[in-house]
């Protein structure tokens, strides 16, 4: 027999996992439709809407999901596993050689051309010295300085056309790579070089051999943009008030450096470390699970089946060096265990541990090449004009 269309207000608070009046609140939000029960003073709650916001949880307890729906030319993810920009198969993309260069711009106006990144030599100077005055902080902490500085010299920063967006997008960019500091012993790349050739002697000693700085290259093309991940959000709603193409990717900085996004590679590579250097892979990831740990680098919120970025990365490291134990180790065992399948996080992790890259590797390749994304959503965004007012649902102590 088919379910009721209407539910009594204790059925659709147990439901949700909430007090009462934080259904009623819901109802005042417009999240859930009720009507008065006939010739009662109570209500009832439209069964479909209950669901539907139940189904947004995470975990039981109070919705802790945020639903935020952006209409976007740029990027569609594809839960089956698919991504593409404007249309354009991102896989296929990498296996036809695409450059970074080639889609920053396809991303930023839509064209498909190759521009270079070049940093303007007042930028460049201020972002050097403020980089020497943070010499010996972390590498991330001296990339915001240096976006900071490189913003101080630009006086047409506030032009919010598409193609003066790119314009700053690539002058920033390279000004960052450019300011980054050398890895001992590694080669500096030659005047002229693509991002990931000039990028790779910022992140390992190893020689910049065309296949390594291939596979760089494909990292940034994959990483680009992602939709709305959090640091996109980020800074889409700081484009939405019209700030700076450099305050945007400040704000887009902000929300990447936390744990669960930006540096979410580090800690896969501390996973590979502990298998590498003895652990089983069964015990380190018993361990985990046993302490309610996310498996670091495993799993997606969006993807079901599987990460695209990840299976072209690691398809393209085992065509430049064999997988270690460690990797093959933690795949097999999460994959018997039927756990989730390895993510992007995992491929820089494997890439950035099979050629000693330094510690936030992960984290600089991914702020290097997202900034892309967050400009595209700031061109895209200042069409509008401060659009973003979510709402909260209160829930604690009524006045007085």
């Keep these: 027999m088919a379910e009721p269309e209407w539910m009594q207000a204790e059925a659709a608070a147990a439901r949700l996992g909430v007090k009462p009046q934080t259904l009623y609140a819901y109802v005042s939000r417009g999240l859930v439709h009720s009507e008065p029960v006939p010739g009662t003073r ?46 354009w198969d ?44 943070l010499d010996g902080d ?50 500096e790349a030659p005047a002229g070089s693509s991002i990931a050739r000039r990028l790779w002697p910022k992140l390992t000693a190893h020689p910049a051999e065309p296949e390594r700085v291939r596979l760089l290259e494909a990292t940034l093309v994959l990483l680009a943009d992602h939709e709305l991940a959090a640091s996109t959000l980020a800074a889409r709603v700081t484009a939405s008030t019209w700030a700076d193409p450099y305050l945007v990717v400040e704000g887009g900085l902000a929300a990447l450096g936390g744990p669960l996004h930006g540096a979410a590679s580090s800690a896969a590579r501390e996973v590979l ?40 990365m690691l398809e393209m490291l085992d065509d430049v060096g064999a997988s270690s134990d460690a990797e093959l180790d933690l795949v097999r065992t999460m994959a018997e265990r039927s756990l989730p399948f390895p993510n992007v996080d995992f491929a820089i992790a ?44 209160y829930t604690g102590a009524a006045p007085g």
């Design 138 to 187: 972390g590498v991330m902490d001296r990339l915001r300085a240096v976006v900071l500085a490189a913003r101080s010299h630009d006086p047409l920063r506030d032009d919010r056309r598409p193609v003066a967006v790119a314009m700053a997008g690539r002058a920033l960019i390279a000004t960052i790579v450019d300011t980054l500091p050398t890895v001992d012993g590694a080669v």
């Design 42 to 87: 109570r209500s009832r709650f439209l069964r479909a809407d209950v669901e539907r916001l139940a189904a947004r949880q995470r975990g039981g307890g109070r919705a802790r999901g945020l639903e935020v729906i952006v209409e976007t030319e740029l990027t569609l993810l594809d839960p089956a596993g698919r991504l593409a920009y404007r249309g």
């Design 273 to 312: 470390r502990e298998v590498d250097g003895g652990v089983p892979a069964t015990e380190a990831i018993g361990r985990r699970l046993r302490d309610h740990q996310l498996i670091a680098g495993f799993g997606h919120s969006v993807y079901r089946q599987g990460d695209p970025r990840a299976t072209l």
């Design 350 to 393: 494997s890439m950035a541990e099979r050629h000693q890259m330094i510690e936030e590797a992960g984290e600089v390749i991914f702020a290097t090449t997202r900034i892309v994304g967050w400009l595209a959503h700031a061109a895209e965004e200042y069409r509008h004009r401060l659009r973003f007012r979510p709402r909260a649902v």
């Design 90 to 133: 991102v896989a296929d993309a990498v296996r036809s050689g695409a450059t970074f260069e080639e889609i920053a711009t396809w991303l930023w106006t839509g064209e498909r051309e190759a521009i270079a990144c070049e940093s303007p030599a007042a930028a460049r100077a201020a972002a050097e010295r403020v980089a020497a005055a």
